[in-house]
């Protein structure tokens, strides 16, 4: 008897994490996002159904039934997995930031949770910063606070002072346009979440994204001046369009984090980026912008050439 319960214990081990291997590998090759494992999060008690299957049943005339726990837990990964919802789905509201008067550059800090964000750079009417909208509705917090003569906005995911449950389903979206008049910094935190930010036509002084599972495409433009660029946190996915002849000097400190894109050997001695890596599992893609032109044309009002080829390697500095 004692040997039978042993096996199915063992039986049982092996297939919660045979079944766990399997979501992991999924979420690993881009077929699940990551995003889904804070929304299986949000089911833990059937965990705690899953132990208890098992405390009742490896003592049992029946310890075969210790299989009972680790299909609990799978097959509510697996539901999870097949029903993970789109995101936004709700009713769009607008957001809006204006600058101070005297407001001569800025900051723009997004603290994100489950939120898929679309940000791009446009011209917008005097005097505002950043305007879009956000879905749900009801998830709408931005704020504008001014030192000397620059203003720092910060929009967060999550609404201040409250006790904060994500359910299953609970995703945002965010869809930003910033503002090209000013210099500004992007600090983008976050956590399970993704997007495309098009940052080509900012007057950028430095990016920093921190967090984990976040998956982003940034694009950006020629540099005035050395820029710094900040990945900082865990299992991050990130690729950096840059224009052609930009370099990109990289350096990286952690575990096992992977910076590709550096099979060509740098070329001139304009400004560039400074990419800081730090944390564990990160991995940064860097790429030649196929729509952009050489800084040397851009100046000279050259047309766009090369849209819609494969994006090359982009020249980094190691």
């Not at 720092?152 to 965010?174: C, Q």
Request: hydrophobic share 45%; net charge neutral.
């Amino acid at each position: 008897m004692r040997d039978a319960v042993h096996a199915w214990r063992r039986a049982s081990r092996g297939l919660f994490l045979m079944g766990l291997g399997v979501f992991l590998l999924l979420t690993t090759l881009g077929l699940l996002d990551w995003s889904f494992w804070l929304e299986a999060f949000a089911w833990w008690p059937l965990l705690l159904i899953g132990i208890g299957l098992r405390l009742i049943f490896e003592r049992s005339s029946a310890p075969w039934l210790i299989l009972l726990s680790p299909i609990v837990v799978l097959g509510t990964l697996a539901w999870v997995a097949v029903s993970h919802p789109a995101w936004g789905g709700g009713e769009w509201v607008s957001v809006a930031a204006e600058a101070p008067e005297d407001t001569s550059q800025w900051s723009f800090r997004a603290k994100m949770a489950m939120v898929h964000l679309d940000l791009s750079s446009h011209a917008l009417p005097p005097g505002h910063l950043v305007e879009g909208k956000v879905s749900p509705s009801s998830e709408r917090n931005i704020e504008v606070h001014r030192s000397r003569t620059s203003a720092r906005v910060e929009m967060s995911s999550w609404r201040p002072r409250r006790l904060h449950f994500l359910p299953p389903g609970d995703r945002r979206t965010w869809a930003l346009a910033v503002t090209d008049a000013l210099p500004v910094e992007m600090d983008l935190d976050g956590a399970f979440s993704e997007g495309d930010a098009d940052l080509s036509g900012l007057h950028l002084t430095r990016l920093e994204m921190q967090g984990a599972f976040q998956d982003f495409r940034l694009r950006l433009g020629h540099p005035e001046g050395e820029i710094r660029l900040y990945v900082e946190g865990a299992f991050n996915e990130i690729r950096i369009l840059v224009p052609p002849d930009t370099p990109v000097s990289v350096s990286s400190e952690g575990v096992v984090n992977m910076v590709s894109g550096r099979d060509r050997p740098p070329q001139g001695s304009g400004p560039g980026y400074r990419l800081r890596v730090e944390g564990v599992f990160n991995r940064v893609d860097i790429r030649t912008d196929p729509d952009a032109v050489p800084a040397a044309e851009a100046k000279r009002g050259g047309p766009v050439e090369g849209g819609g080829t494969r994006a090359a390697a982009a020249r980094v500095v190691p």
